[in-house]
Structures are given as structure tokens and as C-alpha cells.
């Protein structure tokens, strides 16, 4: 093998590495520069939402910056590379996702979990329980409901913290898990519009987890990101954290 034809190999399997590697497949789901200015000196940043936020985080004492509150999921990944990336900053970051958590058991938390808290960024994942609680007979609302109690949890907290900057993410599903079917597509994509219709009504950034869990299947089973088609894997809160700070300008 001549010299060329070796380098040209060794450069295409190098590329398709990348390709195939988290930030390659975040990158391929989200295009875009970097962005600043999101986060200023002294800010609080919160982590809110259901069991995928929550990652199993110790609830008695609920600390800042600090690992046993944040559980293992892709709330302390994306809160370990902020300290990390930004010391200066000196930034105080909570989560207060709880497992099983729809938008009105949010709401019904708000004021203890969320304004007390007086965050400068709030980052919230909810949506993925208003669906599958209502399949499995454990709660019957609807993607209306849904939409409608986003609407008025956002007006709230605008009305509270008026220069919050939000981020919303989307719910998300991954097939040929134990948990997920093809019947959840359909009804998954409702609510999926309906939050990116109340993303778009305030003027949110979007994390379009949806996208990049499609783009993942690509290079991996769905159990290897989810093993029910909800819940991440080491692998898929790492996806999720690089989907986040890429959404926010940071990768």
C-alpha cells in the first residue's frame, strides 16, 4: 500500500470515528456556531423536571453544586462541565426534577422548587409522564391539558422572575426498547409540537432531544442509549448533556 492511499484510510476511518462519537452525533442533530452570553457572574441555574432530571438525586438536604443532589443523569454531566468550563462565574446550580413529576405536580411545587430559588436560567424537561401515565391508566389528561398547564406554569414564573431565560426540552421516546413501541410515536408527536408550540410562545431556547436521539439510533441500538426507551443510559445522559450545551452555545 502506497503512502497516500495509507493516509487517505487512516484520515476516512479518523472521520467516520468522529462521526460516530457523541459530540459528532449531537453535531449532526444540531448545527450552529457557538453563541455566548447565557450564562453572567453570580447566576443560579436550575434543572427541572420528571425521573430523567430527578437521575435518582438525593432529596433530604437538595444542595448546590453538589453531586449527591444531582443524581447520575444528564443534569450533573451538563452542571459538572458549567462549574467546570466557567469558574469565574461562580455559578450556583440546582436540580429539583422529581421522579414521576407532570406539569401540575410542577406547578403544585413551584414556588418551594422553582421561585424561591430566583433562577437566572431555568432548564425544564417535563412531558414524557402527561403521555405515559395517561396509556398505562394512571392519569387522564390530555395533550390539551398538557399544553395549557405549560402555558400558564411559564406565564407564572415570567410574572415571578422576569428576566429568567429559558430553556425547554423536548419529551422524547426511543423505539425497540422494553418500554417503547410504534404506538407511541403518534401520540408522542403531539405532545412534542405542543411543547415547541409554548417554546416558541415564550421565546425559549429549544433542546430538540427528539432529533438526537434519532441521529443516535444511526450508530447504536435504542437500548444502548435507553434500556426502556425513557430513561437514559450512562451513554444517553451524555448525549442529552452535549445536546443541552450545544443548544446553549457552549459546545
Not at 433562577?119 to 395517561?134: E, F, M, Q, R
Request: neutral net charge.
Amino acid at each position: 500500500m502506497n503512502l497516500s492511499r495509507r493516509n487517505f484510510l487512516l484520515k476516512s476511518s479518523a472521520g467516520a470515528a468522529a462521526l460516530a462519537s457523541i459530540p459528532g452525533i449531537v453535531s449532526a442533530a444540531i448545527p450552529g456556531e457557538k453563541k455566548a452570553g447565557l450564562f453572567k457572574k453570580d447566576d443560579v441555574v436550575l434543572f427541572q423536571g420528571d425521573s430523567i432530571t430527578d437521575a435518582g438525586r438525593e432529596k433530604a438536604k437538595e444542595l448546590p453544586n453538589n453531586g449527591s443532589s444531582f443524581g447520575g443523569g444528564y443534569a450533573f454531566l451538563t452542571a459538572s462541565y458549567l462549574l467546570n468550563a466557567m469558574p469565574e462565574n461562580n455559578l450556583t446550580i440546582y436540580n429539583r426534577g422529581i421522579s414521576g413529576n407532570k406539569v401540575f405536580q410542577l406547578a403544585d411545587r413551584w414556588d418551594k422548587d422553582c421561585v424561591d430559588l430566583k433562577p437566572n436560567v431555568l432548564s425544564i424537561l417535563i412531558g414524557v409522564n402527561d403521555y405515559w401515565h395517561k396509556r398505562n391508566g394512571h392519569y387522564d389528561g390530555t395533550v390539551e391539558i398538557y399544553e395549557n398547564d405549560y402555558r400558564k406554569l411559564l406565564e407564572r414564573t415570567k410574572a415571578a422572575l422576569p428576566g429568567v431565560k429559558l430553556v425547554l426540552c423536548e419529551p422524547f421516546y426511543v423505539l425497540e426498547t422494553t418500554a417503547v413501541d410504534e404506538t407511541w410515536v403518534e401520540p408522542m408527536k403531539q405532545y412534542q409540537a405542543a411543547a415547541k408550540r409554548v417554546s416558541d410562545a415564550f421565546d425559549t431556547l429549544w433542546v430538540p432531544f427528539q432529533k438526537v436521539y434519532d441521529e443516535a439510533i444511526k450508530h447504536a441500538p435504542g437500548a444502548y442509549w435507553t434500556g426502556d426507551g425513557v430513561h437514559p443510559s450512562m451513554a444517553g445522559a451524555q448525549l442529552m448533556a452535549e445536546a443541552w450545551l450545544k443548544t446553549v452555545g457552549l459546545k
